[in-house]
T-cell receptor, first 109, second 113 residues
Framework: GDKVKQSPSALSLQEGTNSALRCNFS?????VQWFLQNPRGSLINLFY???GTKENGRLKSAFDSKESYSTLHIRDAQLEDSGTYFC???????????FGQGTKLSIKP | DAGVTQTPRHEVAEKGQTIILKCEPVSGHNDLFWYRQTKIQGLELLSYFRSKSLMEDGGAFKDRFKAEMLNSSFSTLKIQPTEPKDSAVYLCASTSGGQDTQYFGPGTRLLVL
């Protein structure tokens, strides 16, 4: 089964609105990373998280290791936020990441 | 500092050929990863090196896929022989090791006819 499950699989938003993406883990995740894959295909790292929260501009992410989930909040969505968002979990400090299937986000003007 | 570089960016191969993809990690990074990305399977780990030692050899990908790290600043992924189902984007990533952010290269888009 899916060790890292992302929801929703796709999302369409108006520019200026807010959204929340979620990742649920069926493994003992010790750290979580969030990436944005832009339309050109490049994977850009957004956050590296140990349990807790981080904020960067309009983005905010949280990781709760006890409840086995992570969230990514996007505030005041802009057109350039469009792309596919991936979360990935590291299991017991093994070094390698297990990726979710991604959330495809489309921002409309 | 340059990020992760990958060459070639695009590759077209005939079924049965041998192809070699190349990756240069971020300077000073100790861990290197090869992934394959397809629409159906998503991102799958192929190989993982820590300080040039192979930590993960790809499980189901072992028979035709071979990754090598010749030195700390260069890695190759050989696919031999190629099959049409190998058509995908191959991504290389590196990290400084331990608990740290993974930085991805631009990928090589492979099409096997």
């Amino acid at each position: 089964g899916d060790k890292v499950k992302q929801s929703p699989s796709a999302l369409s938003l108006q520019e200026g609105t807010n959204s929340a993406l979620r990742c649920n883990f069926s493994i003992a995740a010790t750290t979580v990373q969030w990436f944005l894959q832009n339309p050109r295909g490049s994977l850009i790292n957004l956050f590296y998280l140990v349990p807790g929260t981080k904020e960067n501009g309009r983005l905010k992410s949280a990781f709760d290791s006890k409840e086995s989930y992570s969230t990514l909040h996007i505030r005041d969505a802009q057109l350039e936020d469009s792309g596919t968002y991936f979360c990935a979990a590291e299991n017991y400090n093994q070094g390698k990441l297990i990726f979710g299937q991604g959330t495809k986000l489309s921002i409309k003007p | 500092d340059a990020g992760v570089t990958q060459t070639p960016r695009h590759e077209v191969a005939e079924k049965g050929q041998t192809i070699i993809l190349k990756c240069e990690p971020v300077s000073g990074h100790n861990d290197l990863f090869w992934y394959r990305q397809t629409k159906i399977q998503g991102l799958e780990l192929l190989s993982y090196f820590r300080s040039k030692s192979l930590m993960e050899d790809g499980g189901a990908f072992k028979d035709r896929f071979k990754a090598e790290m010749l030195n700390s600043s260069f890695s190759t992924l050989k696919i031999q022989p190629t099959e049409p189902k190998d058509s995908a984007v191959y991504l290389c990533a590196s990290t400084s090791g331990g608990q740290d952010t993974q930085y991805f290269g631009p990928g090589t888009r492979l099409l096997v006819l």
